[in-house]
């Protein structure tokens, strides 16, 4: 007979989770929430006064605390937080007491093309697992540890380098989850998959909207035959209605929207009428017009977030790059959480392989800067390579441009087009260029992976 050791980190982090989450079920209606983002906020905000450097001189130039108080009338005064702020002031905005925290190194890049990394704690994790499970709970009226589920993620590593993560596999394992690599999606792999959710009847299906797509595309043009799963969740990409109307319609399920992303963690989900609700236990997300004022319901604007949670390195109205239109204050699902109408995504930064294989932004990240993460590798590359543009101008050809370092050579970076060739078709054109600057498209929008590849389904069926 088998015997596992007792992992006390992972069982205490679980306990965490469950304190954490009968915390949130305290928040019946709005004014339960707006205590309880008060009462968060300002113990971020204190915090990052006495131990971050950065707001310690930010927060006195406003004027935002005093005595030991928070003046909240203040609060829309904090400048709001930029990639560039992020990168100019890196270490700046490091809590001084971060390592206690058992802080991390994570990065972006991929939609904006300007490589951001960033230091997250284990508190951070912990209420990102809280947000999860409260979606499915609470928002969409399901348990999802009952679930068998099918996740279509990426796993860069596993394509790349053939590596395999093994301890993730036996996690999923456990959790009765089966992952299939969205970063492997020839016809061979497609039907590899089809068969593993026939055979598997997952109740749930979650993934990359691009990647989810083209699955589904894949299955109708040939004609397959494939398991219905109870309910279809689409997360890190822009959901287009094209997208939402194939995959309903292959499933023959409702299809929701999850928004989430690398800096903050969960923002919010889809709830049964087709609004999105911003999980405000773990997020203040404000909707900012260009006039600098906040949104009300039908109006678009700049997506800012504080992360309530993450002390190691705050992000205080950070702007995520995205737009989104307000919602209404009330929702007839009942939830007590703010919604929002949609967010406007990027839907041309989805790149294609020479064999029409769609491959997210979230993945562009790891073909310029190994490892993306706290590993040698990974920070040499990021320290040469300042910037990047991809752009995807015909099925067979990528043009590349990257700001390097002044002693860096163009031989230094060849890796680049292995790396797109491997993740894209040995038969890409990938035109390399070192230049000085990169300027906005023409719409003045700075955006440096952009496909002018339309969606196209495989000819071939096996």
Same mark, same amino acid.
């Given at each position: ?17 469950? @304190? ?11 004014? %339960? ?17 006495? =131990? ?14 005093? *005595? ?18 992020? =990168?100019?002031?890196?270490? %700046? ?29 284990? #508190? ?16 969409? *009226? ?40 969205? +970063? ?10 089809? /068969?593993?959710?026939?055979? +598997? ?9 691009? /990647? ?29 209605? #094209? ?25 919010? *989900? #889809?709830?049964?009428? &087709? ?7 773990? #997020? ?13 319901? &039908? ?17 205080? @109205? ?8 307000? &919602? ?13 109408? /949609? ?34 590798? *990974? ?6 390579? =300042? ?21 860096? &050579? =163009? ?52």
């Amino acid at each position: 007979m088998r015997t596992f050791p007792i992992n006390i980190p992972s069982l205490l982090q679980n306990l965490g989770i469950q @304190r954490s989450y009968q915390d949130v079920m305290t928040i019946k209606n709005r004014e %339960d929430l707006v205590r309880f983002q008060r009462k968060h906020l300002e113990s971020l905000l204190l915090h990052a006064y006495q =131990k971050v450097p950065y707001y310690t001189r930010v927060l006195n130039e406003i004027r935002l605390i005093s *005595g030991g108080k928070v003046d909240f009338d203040n609060f829309n005064k904090i400048p709001i937080l930029t990639k560039e702020l992020m =990168k100019k002031h890196r270490t %700046d905005l490091l809590s001084t007491d971060h390592k206690s925290r058992h802080s991390f190194t994570s990065s972006t890049g991929g939609s904006t093309g300007e490589p951001t990394l960033f230091t997250q704690d284990r #508190e951070y994790v912990r209420w990102g697992r809280v947000a999860n499970r409260y979606y499915y709970d609470k928002i969409l *009226g399901i348990n999802e540890g009952s679930l068998k589920k099918i996740i279509l993620w990426g796993s860069h590593d596993e394509y790349l380098h053939n590596q395999k993560d093994i301890v993730s596999r036996s996690l999923y394992s456990l959790t009765n989850t089966i992952l299939l690599n969205s +970063f492997k999606m020839t016809d061979t792999d497609l039907v590899q998959y089809i /068969s593993i959710i026939n055979k +598997f009847k997952p109740d749930l299906i979650r993934g990359y909207a691009s /990647s989810l797509f083209h699955l589904c595309q894949f299955i109708e043009f040939n004609k397959f035959q494939t398991h219905h799963p109870k309910i279809v969740i689409s997360s890190a990409e822009t959901l287009t209605d #094209e997208m939402r109307n194939t995959i309903e319609k292959v499933w023959g399920t409702k299809v929701f929207n999850f928004y989430g992303s690398r800096e903050t963690n969960n923002l919010g *989900g #889809e709830c049964l009428q &087709g609004l999105i609700h911003t999980l405000g236990f773990h #997020e203040y997300v404000e909707i900012i017009k260009e006039d600098g004022s906040n949104a009300v319901d &039908g109006e678009e604007g700049r997506v800012v977030v504080t992360n309530l949670h993450n002390y190691a390195m705050p992000f205080i @109205r950070c702007d995520l790059g995205d737009l989104a239109v307000r &919602g209404p204050d009330i929702c007839s699902c009942g939830s007590p959480l703010p919604t929002l109408r /949609s967010v406007t995504g990027r839907s041309n930064q989805i790149l294609r392989g020479c064999n029409g294989i769609p491959m997210s932004p979230c993945f562009v990240p790891y073909l310029f800067y190994p490892g993306c993460d706290d590993s040698n590798e *990974g920070k040499v590359q990021y320290q040469k390579i =300042k910037q990047y543009q991809l752009i995807q101008e015909s099925k067979d050809h990528i043009s590349v441009k990257i700001i390097v370092d002044p002693n860096s &050579g =163009k031989s230094d970076f060849e890796y680049i087009i292995a790396n797109i060739k491997q993740a894209l078709g040995q038969e890409m054109n990938v035109q390399l260029n070192l230049v000085d600057d990169i300027e906005p498209l023409p719409s003045g929008k700075k955006l440096y992976v952009l496909s002018k590849v339309e969606p196209t389904v495989s000819p071939n069926g096996l």
